[in-house]
C-alpha cells in the first residue's frame, strides 16, 4: 500500500479578507482560485511544508496555525488539509500562480457561485465564511 501523502494549503485572513491564488495549471483548474500550497515531502511536517510551499509560491514567510475542520480526500493515497497562516513577512506575489488577491466574504461567497473555486477548496467556504464574518 502507498503511503498517503499529504497537501497542505494556507487559510490566511487579515483585516476581513482572506488570500486566494489564481492557477495557472493544470488546464482543468486554470483561471480558478485557490488557497495556496502544496505536497509534503514524506518525513516533512505539515507546518513545514506549508511554510516553504508558500515562501516558494508567494514569497511570503508564515506562521502556522491551526487546521480548518475539513479535509478533503483527493486520491486514495492524497489528502488534502487546510492550516491557518499567518504572515510575518513579505508581501505575497504570484511567482506560480497566475494572480494573487485578497476577497471579503462578499467576493469569496461571488466565487463560489460561479464556479470559480478550484472544486476540492469549496469544502472551506463555510467556516472561511465565518472567519471572514468574524475577524
Ligand atoms: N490542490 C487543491 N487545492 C489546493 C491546493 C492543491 O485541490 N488549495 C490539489 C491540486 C493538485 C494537488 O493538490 O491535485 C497538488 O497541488 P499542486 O499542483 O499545487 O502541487
Known sequence: MTARRVVVAGAIVADRRLLLAQRSYPPEVA???ELPGGKAEPGESRE???RRELREELGVEVTVGAALKESVALRHDLVLVA???HIEDGTPRAVEHRAVRWVDADELRRLHAEGSLVPADTAW????LAD???R
Do not use: I, N
Open 132 to 134: 471572514l464574518a468574524k
Open 48 to 50: 513545514s511544508a506549508l
Open 83 to 85: 492550516l491557518r497562516a
Open 31 to 33: 483561471g480558478m482560485w
Open 125 to 128: 467556504v463555510p467556516e472561511l
